[in-house]
């Protein structure tokens, strides 16, 4: 049974950071992809980065709207993604959550939540300006 649980979450002031995590469990297999959404009060689930690993080099993607500021990482030994979270803006507030798929997800593809059949309980980000 595959479990991602998030935590990191919490509120700060805009221009700060917070480091999220996401530990799998249950995930057996290789190669991964592992992926970042956010959903505001209101608005859609949207894709914010992804990671993908297995039969060749990594593959990372991000949103525009977060490049230069976050960072998507792994710890294969710990079975964590982490996202680490600068310079966060009042437009960052959110519920993050991670998601999982078995299989590297086409860099193309990866902001579709179709492809991660595993998700995350999610983790609140708030941002005060």
């Known amino acids: 049974q595959v479990q991602l649980v998030e935590s990191g979450g919490g509120l700060v002031q805009a221009g700060g950071s917070l480091r999220l995590s996401c530990a799998a469990s249950?995930?057996?297999?290789?190669?991964?992809?592992m992926g970042w959404f956010r959903q505001a009060p209101g608005k859609e689930r949207e894709f914010v980065c992804a990671?993908?690993?297995?039969?060749?080099?990594?593959?990372?993607y991000l949103v525009d709207s977060v490049k230069g500021r976050f960072t998507i990482s792994r710890d294969n030994a710990e079975n964590t993604v982490y996202l680490q979270m600068n310079s966060l803006k009042p437009e960052d507030t959110a519920v993050y959550y991670c998601?999982?798929?078995?299989?590297?997800?086409?860099?193309?593809?990866?902001?579709?939540?179709?492809?991660?059949?595993?998700w995350g309980q999610g983790t609140q980000v708030t941002v005060s300006s």
């Open positions: 998601a999982a798929a078995v299989g590297q997800v086409e860099s193309t593809q990866m902001r579709f939540p179709r492809w991660y059949p595993f």
């Open positions: 249950g995930l057996t297999f290789s190669p991964y992809t």
């Open positions: 990671i993908s690993w297995g039969w060749s080099a990594d593959s990372i």
